[in-house]
């Protein structure tokens, strides 16, 4: 039977025209510039200096905090400058630029395709090798995976939900991995499973993908305690709370994690990864890119090594078409425009689209009709029209009181809106103020707290 | 008639009584409050800015008149006249203070900072800033969307549309400091208003190396430090490649922005230079070459 999740939800064009292409290994640059920090949380710490010779898979920077991932080498070759460069955002942000010499891997590395089944290692044996290889959450999130498989005490963990959705329209590159690599998923999902010590394993993917949910189908039945859970097409159903709705049926109260109903979510991808790492001791260099967008010519899923430039993954799939309007790094619901293009591909890259000019221009804003859609399709039950106005005008305990905090920024109030309203840059404006002031507070508290101590 | 006169009489009646019973009550519950306050508070421009740091006019005229001295206390709008006014309701000394002015460190026009990409969300700075660095080569430049105008209360501060910029209106500004708190980009300053009005400033906030910051904007501060060489006293540093005039310690020789190559350094209310000045000498060409000799430093 199909599930989905309850309240809202929209249906926007699917447009997956890269569907049907393979995953395609890109040839490797002859530079890349690897992000100190591609994850969520403070910046990896380099470990190399300018001149030192790397190979694929040795460690460059090591993780920096408790939210913290540690970053490889992607390329064998020299470490040329680690200096500043402007991200997609047009900030800057550091990175260590390689200057590659051959592909010579780190010998640790397994690099056949023979497929590991034994998983030898111990729960917390896992979790640390996982942190070691760098692992971060490759749904485009980026929460280093190891922190989010570490289940706090006195929290007991259930479920383990395998994100196999994919819901923003345009990406497929999930897609082909459970097809070609469906049986490296379920090993991983074995392993995640040993990890948390949970016996159950649910994979969520949506009926667009029938041949993803029949090749996993019969694959889970050789692996005891997973199931894949079909569900019904509706955005977003990638997002965490609404997946661990539409495949459990529990919904995570207002400010709590997916932890305090039982339930911890991973992608497909970070399934992928995980057998990798612990199989193949392989860290996290490398990742599934789906390069798309009706104007280009040759829409693809590429094998890119992290560090890449995004230029470079464009001119593979067919070039930079004449009428580009907007590139983005991710999908076209929650991704973000790139500023240039010289911006490296990372860990948390799901996703190129390229938009011709016609589509990549917003329509004209309208004033609010008080219609409502907003109020409809929010699938966390918020009134948008509201939070937003709330925070235009800075009415910040007034946008907390209407459960700002708990937006999950998917865009359906903005994708539905007939007078176009940028709702969600003002949500997501009142999100960062808000956020301020109640982290402000807690330290506030924590620091009386200490004086009376 | 005769009920016309008794309703007369029992309101009439009433009226006294009532007003015997709240002329008790208003003794008996009377809160004192200090006369000065309404008096002080009269004077102040009521606002309610914050600039002073307080919720607003009345809190202010409150605690200036609990405070001792008045040195630390009050309000920056106010001219000296005013505050001498107002200590002389509170029988205290005021020091003479410098009157402070929003500046707006920013020199990037459309004409010398081109843009390089086009940004059609929601129009509010701090909502494209979350966005990305801005529409220009310039990651630290005004994006020009107002969000200073929106907080300002004295209307003083407006976009320019030709130039793309914010300029602010010297009368009205009282220094209050709103404008400096919105702006996302940290470009706006307060600033003392010099003598007559004279002051100088360095228009441009952008830390980049000096050829980057010369290639997104013809008119940024180079870092060059031709000002801070010719300063004889000591009042501008070098810092992150951008120069900082300390309005303390400038005495307004102009000798700094005479000599600036990007003419990054803005002169305000000084009466036009004698035409055979240093400032001729100076042309984008000297720039260029300033530029290009940091690169191949």
């Known amino acids: 039977m199909l599930k989905t999740f309850k309240i809202g939800g929209i249906h926007p064009e699917e447009n997956k025209i890269s569907a049907a292409s393979s995953i395609e290994v890109m040839p490797i640059p002859s530079e890349v510039k690897i992000p100190l920090a591609q994850h969520i949380g403070k910046p990896a710490q380099p470990i190399v200096a300018v001149g030192d010779v790397v190979k694929v898979g040795q460690l460059i920077a090591k993780a920096d905090g408790f939210v913290s991932a540690n970053v490889h080498s992607s390329v064998s070759g020299k470490v040329t400058k680690i200096e500043d460069f402007i991200d997609g955002n047009g900030y800057k942000k550091s990175a260590i630029v390689i200057a590659v010499e051959g592909d010579e891997w780190d010998d640790s590395i397994n690099r056949t395709s023979d497929i590991v089944n034994d998983i030898k290692l111990s729960p917390s044996d896992i979790i640390s090798k996982i942190g070691e290889m760098g692992l971060v959450g490759m749904g485009g999130a980026t929460f280093p995976t190891h922190v989010k498989l570490s289940v706090p005490p006195g929290k007991k963990c259930e479920f383990l939900i395998i994100n196999g959705v994919e819901c923003e329209p345009y990406l497929t590159s999930d897609h082909r991995l459970m097809l070609e690599h469906g049986e490296e998923v379920m090993i991983g999902i074995k392993i995640l499973m040993t990890a948390l010590s949970v ?166 804003v309208a004033n609010c009709i008080r219609c409502a859609k907003c109020v409809g399709v929010c699938p966390m039950g918020l009134e948008p029209y509201l939070i937003s106005k709330l925070s235009g005008k800075s009415m910040w305990d007034e946008a907390q009181e209407h459960r700002i905090m708990d937006c999950i920024e998917c865009g359906s109030c903005n994708f539905t809106c007939p007078s176009n309203r940028p709702l969600l840059d003002y949500i997501r404006l009142g999100k960062n103020k808000v956020g301020a002031i109640l982290r402000a507070k807690a330290a506030e508290a924590k620091c009386a707290a200490d004086a009376k101590k | 008639m005769n009920s016309v006169l008794i309703t007369i009489a029992i309101l009439a009646i009433l009226g006294c009584a009532l007003a015997v019973i709240l002329y008790f009550v208003s003794q008996k519950f009377k809160v004192y409050e200090d006369p000065r306050i309404a008096e002080v508070e009269a004077l102040l421009p009521g606002a309610n800015c914050g600039g002073c740091g307080f919720p607003g006019c009345h809190s202010l005229a409150e605690a200036m008149t609990k405070a001792d001295d008045l040195s630390n206390i009050g309000c920056p709008g106010s001219s000296d006249a005013v505050k001498c006014q107002i200590a002389k309701i509170l029988g205290k000394e005021v020091t003479a203070s410098s009157p402070k002015i929003a500046v707006v460190r920013c020199n990037g026009t459309c004409a010398v900072r081109p843009k390089t990409l086009t940004y059609d969300g929601a129009s509010s700075c701090a909502i494209a800033a979350s966005h990305f660095s801005g ?112 309005y303390n310690k400038c005495k307004l020789c102009r000798k700094c922005s005479a000599v600036c190559p990007t003419h990054a350094i803005h002169e305000v209310n000084f009466p036009p230079r004698p035409a055979t000045s240093v400032a ?18």
Request: charged share 25%.
């Open chain 2, 280 to 297: 001729e000498k100076s042309d984008a060409s000297s720039a260029k070459s300033v530029a290009e000799s940091q690169k191949s430093e």
């Open chain 1, 199 to 364: 016996d159950k394993a649910i994979i969520g993917i949506e009926n667009n993908k029938p041949d993803a949910i029949k090749h996993l189908t019969e694959l889970s039945s050789k692996y005891a305690g997973i199931t894949v859970q079909p569900l019904k097409l509706k955005y977003p159903q990638g997002g965490e709370k609404q997946l661990i709705d539409a495949c459990t049926g529990r919904q995570i109260p207002s400010g709590k994690l997916p932890i305090d109903v039982g339930a911890v979510v991973q992608n497909v991808g970070t399934a992928y990864a995980v057998y990798e790492a612990i199989q193949k001791n392989k860290p996290l260099i490398e990742r599934i890119v789906c390069v798309t967008g009706k104007p280009l010519q040759k829409p693809s899923n590429l094998l890119v090594r992290v560090g890449t430039s995004v230029k470079e993954a464009i001119n593979y799939a067919g070039g930079i078409p004449e009428d580009c309007g907007k590139v983005i790094g991710g999908g076209p619901m929650m991704g973000r425009a790139f500023t240039h293009l010289d911006v490296p591909v990372t860990k948390g890259t799901s996703g190129i689209l390229v938009m011709n000019k016609k589509e990549s221009q917003r329509p004209e």
């Open chain 2, 135 to 246: 529409d220009t080569g310039c990651s630290y430049g005004c994006l020009g969307f107002g969000d200073c105008v929106n907080v300002c209360k004295f209307d003083a501060i407006h976009v320019n549309k030709e130039t793309g910029l914010v300029e602010v209106v010297e009368e009205k500004c009282v220094g209050c400091g709103a404008c400096a708190k919105a702006c996302p980009k940290g470009i706006i300053e307060i600033r003392n208003k010099g003598p007559k009005g004279r002051r100088l400033f360095v228009s441009c906030v952008n830390k980049d190396k000096g050829a980057t910051a010369m290639k997104a904007c013809k008119s940024a501060c180079i870092g060059c430090g031709k000002c801070a060489k010719e300063c004889s006293f000591e009042a501008i540093t070098i810092e992150n490649n951008v120069a900082y005039i300390d």
